[in-house]
């Protein structure tokens, strides 16, 4: 996945965009097999751009509106607008509203869990610094014997 940020100065910084990469699936038809996966989660739009179809030049691409929960159910309403697709076959046919519903509420919970790997990940780099920083702070030298300049006991011995 690859992640796009812009700093803001603080601990943590704001997420722009959120890309995946998919190798191809020969099980599965190209235009059911995702090749990528684009979440813009300032502008609140999802990408979707499917495999190749053989002897083909350019995939179907699928692009989501993220639509607004109702704050009394939890609830969100889904509208044909709300999705901008082409398709390579013209035979394709154009898909219900329940199978956009489905597919939207499934792209959300996949943003949800990308947005919480991203931050476990950068949680991990900020632990593993730190305990750099700190074995840095704490790093003890220590002197051979055989180094008689800087050896206090053994220039004491070679004194007496």
């Known amino acids: 996945a690859v992640v796009s940020t812009q700093s803001t100065g603080g601990n943590e910084k704001p997420i722009n ?4 990469y998919y190798a191809r699936d020969s099980s599965l038809a190209a235009d059911d097999d ?12 999802m990408f979707l751009k499917h495999h190749l ?8 691409t699928h692009e989501y509106l993220k639509p607004v929960q109702s704050e009394d159910k939890g609830q969100v309403q889904i509208t044909l607008d709300m999705v901008s697709s082409f398709q390579v076959e013209r035979q394709a046919k154009s ?4 199978h956009i519903y489905n597919t939207i509420v499934n792209l959300m919970g996949r943003e949800e869990g990308c947005v919480e790997t ?16 700190q074995e840095e702070l704490t790093t003890e030298l220590s002197v051979s014997i055989y180094d008689t300049a800087r050896n206090d006991t053994a220039k004491k011995r070679r004194e007496e």
């Open 53 to 60: 179809q053989d002897e083909r030049i350019i995939s179907s």
């Open 17 to 20: 965009q959120i890309t995946e």
């Open 34 to 45: 995702i090749a990528e996966l684009t979440f813009l989660l300032n502008e609140e739009k």
């Open 118 to 133: 991203v931050r476990a990940s950068e949680q991990e780099v900020r632990d593993i610094l730190e305990g750099r920083m």
């Open 95 to 98: 898909p219900k509203l329940i």
